[in-house]
């Protein structure tokens, strides 16, 4: 099969790459969730040899993701796992989680959802790391998201750009704290949440 591609994953890997040089730098064990086409944890994995990437989405993505990641043939890329947030979780230790440009494609429950499956498959010291636009606030942070969100509002209803304060509330129910929130290209963020132990 020819592989998927996502332009926007060649533009943003870089910037990304870089927040996660820093934060997974003590990390072994990633979920990814939401991999997409699998291009963010080809680049990611190859860089940063002393994770082991574990890609995961729903069942109709899973085909690209491994063809994506049998090109590679990386030793620390094992097979991408079925999951939707809202069914069956893998079982696992996860020290670090990252996603991207999901959480304004789920639904408000599932990105609930999600946040609140994290404690049982994650470290007592896990980080969480999400790449993708936030409005602040409730407000949009620039003019080109604003056209963005109504243009996913278009394509569905249940889509949009999650306001960071109320992402910020699930990820502390789950037991995370922001840690950091780096600007990236194209008006989006990187954030990152530590768990603590206490």
């Not at 494609?105 to 896990?126: C, G, K």
């Not at 998201?145 to 394509?155: G, H, I, S, V, Y």
């Not at 750009?161 to 509330?169: L, S």
């Not at 037991?175 to 206490?198: E, K, T």
């Amino acid at each position: 099969m020819d592989k998927p591609h996502a332009p926007s994953c060649e533009r943003n890997r870089e910037p990304i790459l870089e927040v996660l040089r820093q934060y997974f730098a003590d990390r072994r064990h990633v979920l990814e969730i939401g991999s997409g086409t699998g291009q963010h944890a080809v680049h990611f994995a190859a860089a940063l040899t002393w994770l082991d990437w574990q890609c995961s989405d729903r069942t109709e993505n899973l085909p690209g993701i491994r063809a994506w990641l049998d090109e590679a043939a990386l030793p620390n890329t094992p097979p991408p796992l079925e999951l939707d947030v809202d069914g069956p979780w893998p079982r696992g230790a996860f020290d670090a989680v990252f996603s991207a440009n999901t959480l304004h494609i789920m639904a408000w429950h599932e990105v609930e959802a999600l946040f609140a499956q994290l404690p049982a498959v994650v470290t007592d010291d896990a980080r969480l790391a999400i790449y993708g636009p936030f409005n602040d606030g409730d407000r949009y942070t620039s003019d080109s998201n604003a056209a963005f969100d109504q243009w996913l509002k278009a394509r569905d209803a249940h889509m949009g750009i999650r306001d960071a304060e109320a992402v910020d509330a699930l990820a502390a129910a789950a037991g995370f704290a922001l840690v950091d929130d780096v600007a990236m290209p194209a008006n989006n963020r990187c954030r990152v949440w530590q768990r603590s132990r206490h």
